[in-house]
């Protein structure tokens, strides 16, 4: 297989269902040429609440998804999988992977000024404690304040971005984080950038917000160029998506997470003995 052959082979995300298409979003801005494979376990969804176990099982398949479709590269779009099951996917699939717990983590680092970072997520992202753990990887001295806010999924997919009770809730989650003085606030789950307004209206637009999945997209460009997998064709790329339950659903919710019409979805079915 020749180089060029190879890169424009299309990368794979995955996501435990909707909110992966914030990552897409942005790799789209980012990588506008790029052939993209597109999962979301909306069968299984969520994975925040599952046990760490439960959670590398669904990995496990999702990875195997995406490889029937000769992709180059993947992407977990889904904040749990990276924090509990990255070596999963490193194991199963002999490309390049990229979580998206390191590229939030190292934008955060970067961001803040005062060494005082906020991290919210699922229940599951911040039990982990994978932020904390990347961000004191790279500086020590930087003190990290967690928060699980499990409601942000259900009201960003029903549209509700700038909804009184969706600024009531915010303000009950963030106000812990706001004693603390942080100066950044890494949002810790993919559904999270819809929310990105009303989060930053709480905190009065003092504090830097780092959409992880936009930070992904730009290590996911340099990787890229560094392998030499980025497809320098600039014909338009192709884009599948597929889910596994509801595609009606997804389409409807999707287009608001992508910012695009999807076109087709397709359901697709794993296959038996999944296991990690």
């Not at 099982?57 to 924090?83: F, G, M």
Request: charged residues 20%; hydrophobic residues 40%.
């Amino acid at each position: 297989m020749t180089p060029s052959t190879t890169a424009s082979r299309p990368i794979g995300v995955f996501d435990s269902g909707i909110g992966g298409l914030t990552v897409v979003r942005a790799l789209l801005h980012h990588l506008p040429h790029e052939n993209v494979v597109y999962f979301g376990d909306t069968a299984r969804v969520p994975y925040g609440p599952k046990s760490a176990q439960v959670v590398r099982e669904y990995a496990a398949q999702d990875t195997d998804i995406l490889l029937r479709y000769n992709v180059k590269a993947i992407i977990i779009a889904c904040n749990t999988v990276s924090a509990v099951a990255l070596d999963v996917v490193q194991k199963r699939a002999k490309v390049p992977i990229m979580g998206v717990i390191l590229p939030g983590a190292e934008a955060a680092v970067k961001s803040t000024s005062r060494k005082r970072i906020g991290v919210i997520g699922t229940q599951g992202t911040i039990k982990s404690d994978a932020y904390t753990h990347a961000i004191r990887q790279l500086d020590p001295s930087i003190r990290v304040f967690s928060k699980a806010c499990p409601l942000f999924v259900p009201l960003a997919e029903e549209g509700w971005t700038s909804h009184k009770a969706t600024e009531l809730i915010a303000k009950e989650y963030l106000f812990p984080l706001t004693l603390e003085k942080i100066d950044t606030l890494v949002l810790g789950c993919t559904h999270y950038p819809l929310l990105r307004d009303v989060i930053g209206d709480v905190l009065h637009h003092h504090v830097t917000l780092i959409d992880s999945g936009e930070a992904t997209a730009l290590a996911v460009k340099k990787l890229l160029e560094e392998t030499g997998l980025r497809n320098t064709s600039t014909q338009k790329p192709r884009l599948q998506f597929f889910v596994s339950d509801v595609p009606d659903k997804f389409m409807e919710i999707g287009e608001r997470f992508l910012g695009q019409k999807l076109g087709r979805v397709q359901r697709v079915s794993f296959e038996i003995g999944g296991a990690p």
